[in-house]
């Protein structure tokens, strides 16, 4: 049996695909196994799958059908034999040490999720966009920790995404989890039900896997088309904590959480009419569905419980939004500037 099995769904990813693979192989630890799912990829990178497969036999590929990332996923998690299970997307990198350290410290104390930052980057200029670490509330427990130790913070100081978690086999297998069949959001209510069931959870100080952005489609486009996903998602995280017994124990912070995606979702609309047919949606369906409330909703979300149109409250949330953004960007490129990044660049890189 493997230590951990990877698991990377594959779709047309010539370009990024033997970067991935590179950082997964060239890991400090070796005792893995690498499930590559292609998903009908009409590129070479089947032809790089194969030969890779050729060079190391760590690496298995199952062909699917062209169905998506989740369908890709679920066969993966079907075939692997390891005791852990990480998931890696055909575009994204991980650091040398990241399945070491995650393995390392989640066997000890028998965790069933242990979780690591994420670094977002340009996918063309390579700049680094931003850094997500576990949220600094889940960084000052004990480790490992219960999930309700975090309160109503544990899935927005963890986040509900695949990058960076490693997960616990037979843990994952016992709750009978899988990857929502949906275009957007599919790994929200595999990753969310996973944190709230999970016994012991380990997070890391740093951030090892490297997230790329800016590729491959309109993220507002996407949106505008199937806004509906994300509200799915936290739907049938409902149902599967509902059928696990364990719903009204994190109802806080699933109503914190939920109400934070739909928010993100409203802001992030750029056609007007889908924005307001989504926000009825959200008041005439998501909200009883959700079973949110005000009160345990994040503040933003108190103008789906109004009366008022809500587009003037939407269109100044994000100029306020744009605004912080810029003054991140202005502090971020002043700091590449700065004489000492040079010579904290290479004290990073000595303790790493």
Partial sequence: MAKVSVIVPVFNVERYLGECLDSILGQTLRDIEVLCVDDGSTDSSAKILSDYAVRDN?????????KGAARARNPGLREAIGEYVFFCDSDDWIDRDTLGWMYGAAVRPGADVAVTGMRY???ETRRELRVRKAGADARRLPRPFAPLQ???ALFTSLRAQTGGKLFRRAFVQALELEFQDQVRANDIAFVATALAAAERIVVDDRARYHYRKNHGGNLSSRLNQMPEMSALAWMRVREN???????EKFRSPFSRAASQALVEVMQALTDAGVARDFHLRIRGEFLR???LDAASSVP????FFSEEDPMAFYMAALAETRERYRRLNARMSAWRLHPLRTLFDKMRGRLS
């Avoid at 760590?58 to 062209?66: C, F, I, K, T």
């Avoid at 933003?300 to 103008?303: D, E, F, H, M, S």
């Fill in 241 to 247: 904590l509902s059928r696990l017994g364990i719903f």
């Fill in 300 to 303: 933003l979300a108190g103008v």
């Fill in 150 to 152: 975090l309160e109503g």
């Fill in 289 to 291: 569905a959700l079973e």
């Fill in 58 to 66: 760590r690496v298995r590929v199952l062909e699917r059908d062209g």
């Fill in 121 to 123: 980057f340009d996918s």
